[in-house]
């Protein structure tokens, strides 16, 4: 079951995920499943918690990992915890744009580690788990499935920092060269998928029109 928090309360030495009706299948097709017991899933969107509302009878808040809910959070915990930070996710340029929009944003960050999210073969990527370990705080935007594996290779090391999935968090802070990503309006009406959709339509019509409802109706079962 993907036991989905009603609202998020930071815990060190936990790893937190966030959940919409993509990420939900695609989580629960993996083979990963089993071990996601351990993540703490909040609801990413306004999809997921109006499904858990109705369908569970549960009231959930909306908590995603961008800049109108929980990444300046986490940054500025860091900074005033002089906790250190290790970025993986998105292709070389892209992840060092983040590193720097982050220190720019966020004076007295520590990154110690920015990697891309593409591994050439397994060593590859077992030598960034061996250096992403060395962090206090591990943040990873590979997409659904790929960044919680992520989180958990880090804890069969004996990793005991706190963890983050960002989905596409890092790309859009690039994008919007470290200012907001959504309008003011966009965000006070929750209309955050309707602007990621204008701008992105080749990728995410299939996802939000299918596979939404699809993953809702087949794996809805699946949230406690």
């Not at 918690?49 to 300046?72: E, N």
């Not at 960050?109 to 992403?132: H, S, V, W």
């Not at 994008?175 to 003011?184: F, L």
């Amino acid at each position: 079951m993907i036991k989905l928090e009603e609202e998020f309360i930071f815990q060190l030495g936990e790893d937190y995920s966030f959940i919409n009706p993509y990420s939900l299948g695609v989580v629960c097709q993996s083979l990963i499943y089993q071990e996601c017991q351990r993540i703490n899933f909040l609801a990413d969107g306004i999809a997921i918690v109006a499904y858990v509302r109705l369908f569970k009878k549960r009231v959930i808040k909306r908590t995603s990992f961008d800049d109108t809910s929980l990444a300046p959070v986490v940054f500025h915990h860091a900074c005033q915890n002089d906790l250190s930070i290790a970025l993986i996710g998105g292709t070389q340029e892209n992840i060092q744009q983040a590193k720097d929009l982050l220190e720019s944003k966020y004076p007295g960050i520590r990154i110690l580690l920015a990697e891309p999210g593409y591994f050439d073969n397994e060593d590859t990527y077992q030598n960034c788990m061996d250096k992403a370990v060395s962090a206090d705080i591990l943040i990873v935007g590979m997409g659904a499935g790929k960044q919680e594996k992520v989180l958990l290779s880090a804890r069969a090391k004996g990793w005991q920092g706190t963890g983050f999935t960002c989905g596409g968090y890092l790309d859009q802070l690039v994008q919007a060269r470290g200012d907001d990503y959504y309008p003011e309006f966009i965000n006070k009406f929750h209309l955050r998928w309707l602007y990621r959709l204008l701008k992105e339509p080749r990728r995410l019509s299939k996802r939000y029109f299918s596979d939404y409802p699809y993953f809702l109706i087949k794996f809805g079962n699946k949230i406690e």
